[in-house]
C-alpha cells in the first residue's frame, strides 16, 4: 500500500533521512523507533508532504506521489495524525471532526465516517459542541485520532499517539489503533513506547540518525537484546 525508496531528506546541511527504504503492506500495521532526533517525524512529514526528500521515491497504492503538496496526498487516502495532536482549540468537537472531512465531497459518507467515530469515541459524542482546548489530553488525542479518520484514509500515519497520556489512555489509544486496523485501514506508527508498538505491530523498523539499521517482526525484536536495553530499559 506505500512503499518507501531510497528516501533522503537534508535540513540545510544536515542528512536527517540517508537513503531509507521502508515496506507497509496493505492491511497491516508497521511500526518505527528509535530515540529522539533518530528521524522518525522527518519520515513522516516527507511521506505526507510537509518536507521535501532531497531523492528517493513515495509510493502509495502503486503511484508515485513523491514531492506531491498535503493536500493532494490526503486526498489520495494518507493521512497523518501529528505529535502533540495539533486539533483546533477555538473550535468546537464537532467541527474539528468536520474539517478532517474536507477532501471528502459525499455527505453521506461524512456523517456515516462520523457516527462511527462516536462508536470508537463515545466520549467525543458527549463533547459533540464542547471547544477542542478544554478536552483533557486524552480527549484531544481521542479527537486528533478521530478527525484523520474523517478523510476516509487507506493509510494513516500516527506520530506518537501516546505521548505525554496516562498509562490506562495509551492502553485504550493503541486498543483503538488495533481495531482501526482490523476494519481495513493499514497504519504507520512511529511511537516512544517501543514496548507497546512492537506488541501491536505486524513489522516494525528501527531508525538511528536517519538511517534503518534493524527490521523484522516486532515480536521478534521485543525478544532482541540489543533492542531490550537501547529502546525498553531493559538489561
Do not use: W
Not at 530515540?35 to 521535501?52: D, E, P, Y
Not at 502503486?62 to 498535503?70: E, Q
Not at 486528533?144 to 489512555?169: F, H, T, W, Y
Request: proline content about 4%.
Amino acid at each position: 500500500m506505500l512503499k518507501i525508496e531510497g528516501l533522503s531528506v537534508f535540513y540545510g546541511g544536515i542528512h536527517a533521512l540517508r537513503g531509507i527504504d521502508i515496506d507497509v503492506p496493505q492491511g497491516k500495521i508497521i511500526t518505527l523507533i528509535g530515540a529522539n532526533g533518530a528521524g522518525k517525524s522527518t519520515t513522516l512529514n516527507s511521506i505526507i508532504g510537509l518536507v521535501k526528500p532531497t531523492s528517493g521515491k513515495i509510493i502509495l497504492d502503486g503511484k508515485d506521489i513523491s514531492g506531491y503538496d498535503p493536500k493532494t496526498v490526503v486526498s489520495r487516502g494518507l493521512v497523518l495524525i501529528p505529535e502533540a495532536r495539533r486539533i483546533f482549540p477555538n473550535l468546537t468537537v464537532n467541527e474539528n471532526l468536520t474539517l478532517g472531512a474536507y477532501s471528502v465531497k459525499d455527505r453521506v459518507k461524512i456523517e456515516k465516517v462520523r457516527q462511527h467515530c462516536f462508536e470508537l469515541f463515545p466520549i467525543l459524542k458527549q463533547r459533540f459542541k464542547q471547544l477542542g482546548g478544554t478536552l483533557s489530553g486524552g480527549e484531544q488525542q481521542m479527537l486528533a485520532v478521530a478527525r484523520g479518520l474523517m478523510a476516509n484514509p487507506k493509510v494513516l500515519m500516527l506520530d506518537e499517539p501516546s505521548l505525554g497520556l496516562a498509562p490506562l489512555i495509551s492502553k485504550m489509544i493503541f486498543e483503538i489503533i488495533q481495531k482501526i486496523n482490523q476494519e481495513g485501514t493499514t497504519i504507520l506508527l512511529v511511537e516512544q513506547n517501543a514496548h507497546a508498538a512492537l506488541e501491536i505491530c505486524d513489522y516494525a523498523y528501527v531508525m538511528e540518525t536517519g538511517v534503518i539499521t534493524m527490521q523484522g517482526k516486532g515480536n521478534v525484536l521485543l525478544e532482541n537484546d540489543d533492542i531490550r536495553k537501547a529502546y525498553l530499559g531493559e538489561g
